[in-house]
């Protein structure tokens, strides 16, 4: 399947490897982003990359929770911190 993208310097034209076929259709008819993701997930390499980035999001928020040097409100150790939580 041969995919063209337009910019404003030009187009560009590329082939999609055929697990990735789906996806392209429901782009070029633009379809929601529900069947965008259906789409995505139907592609076995896509849905782990995906996977592997949401774990990464989960990683970095749950860091940024837990620091010791910018405590988050579930770091509070007081009565006080769990009576105005």
Do not use: W
Not at 21 to 28: I, V
Not at 56 to 84: F, Q, W, Y
């Amino acid at each position: 399947m041969q995919a063209v993208v337009t910019y404003e310097s030009g187009k560009k034209s590329g082939d999609l490897p055929p697990e990735l076929h789906c996806l392209g259709k429901a782009l070029a008819r633009g379809s929601n982003f529900k069947a965008l993701a259906d789409a995505a997930m139907e592609s076995p390499n896509l849905k782990e990359a995906i996977k592997g980035r949401i774990c990464s999001d989960i990683s970095k928020e749950h860091k940024r929770l837990c620091s010791m040097a910018d405590p988050s409100l579930l770091r509070g150790m007081t009565k006080e911190a769990m009576v105005n939580f």
